[in-house]
């Protein structure tokens, strides 16, 4: 079913169906974050998404009652506002903020979307063999530039550049993860030591403590047995 948005809560599909949105979750977080930064444009904000529909469930033979399944949603985007988006996005990065992991992000979105042009090159020209568009020959003339500008993988001088720089970039990962486990290491030792200081601390304050009381106790003996004596050479006189 396609969705027409009418109002600020309501759906209606194609088959005249009314069904509303809660959107509450969406105001009170603009109006806490509102709160908290007067100044700062709110460009959007989280949307999570739970459909569900009404259906009978039979319990007995003639008894039926009515519960909430959950149904899949996908909110998408056209195209422009996706190439907008990529757009935004590529301005707002910046080469000082770049970190391995926003590499390798990169890099994993462009081999999803090579493997999507891939699909669509696919597609196009099983069409063209079936029948079913007509042959744009400028649009061949560019898949023909594009598949010559591959590397030819059968070139030995080629394939041993590629495994040179691919064993350079392993030993720079294997580097790395050793440096990140003897670091880890590193800590966890100086933490068990640090917990050892603070439990020799802990023990010889306790240890302090039971001193001062044991010290107070015998303090108070003879303050005791000196009000005693006291008492005593009163009587006598």
Same mark, same amino acid.
């Given at each position: 079913m396609e969705m027409i948005f009418l109002k600020k809560t309501e759906i209606r599909y194609k088959?005249?169906?009314?069904?509303?949105?809660?959107?509450?979750?969406n105001e009170n977080l603009f109006n806490m974050i509102r709160k908290i930064n007067t100044r700062e444009k709110i460009v959007g904000c989280i949307f999570p998404v739970n459909a569900y529909v009404a259906?009978?469930?039979?319990?007995?033979?003639?008894?039926?009652?009515?519960?909430?399944?959950?149904?899949p949603v996908k909110i998408g985007a056209f195209e422009a506002e996706e190439v907008g988006v990529e757009f935004l996005l590529k301005e707002l990065k910046s080469v000082s903020t770049s970190t391995l992991a926003t590499k390798v992000g990169d890099k994993l979105s462009s081999l999803k979307s090579l493997i #999507?042009?891939?699909?669509? +090159?696919?597609?196009?020209?099983?069409?063209? @063999? %079936?029948?079913?568009?007509e042959?744009?020959?400028?649009?061949?003339?560019?898949?023909?530039?594009?598949?010559?500008?591959?590397?030819?993988?059968e070139n030995v001088d080629l394939v041993q550049a590629f495994m040179v720089k691919n064993n350079d970039l392993m030993l720079n990962i294997y580097i790395g993860?050793?440096?990140?486990?003897?670091? #880890?290491?590193?800590?966890? +030792?100086?933490?068990?030591?640090?917990?050892? @200081? %603070?439990?020799?601390?802990k023990k010889s304050l306790e240890n302090d403590t039971e001193k001062d009381k044991i010290k107070d106790k015998?303090?108070?003996?003879?303050?005791?047995?000196?009000?005693?004596?006291?008492?005593i050479k009163k009587r006598i006189r």
């Open positions: 088959r005249y169906q009314h069904f509303y949105i809660d959107d509450n979750y259906i009978e469930k039979a319990i007995h033979e003639n008894k039926f009652r009515k519960t909430f399944i959950h149904i #999507a042009k891939l699909y669509e +090159i696919s597609a196009y020209l099983n069409d063209i @063999l %079936n029948g079913n568009i042959m744009n020959i400028k649009i061949l003339y560019n898949l023909q530039n594009v598949f010559s500008l591959l590397p030819d993988i993860s050793i440096t990140r486990s003897v670091i #880890a290491l590193h800590n966890l +030792i100086n933490n068990k030591i640090e917990n050892k @200081l %603070n439990s020799e601390k015998e303090k108070e003996k003879e303050r005791k047995k000196i009000r005693k004596k006291k008492m």
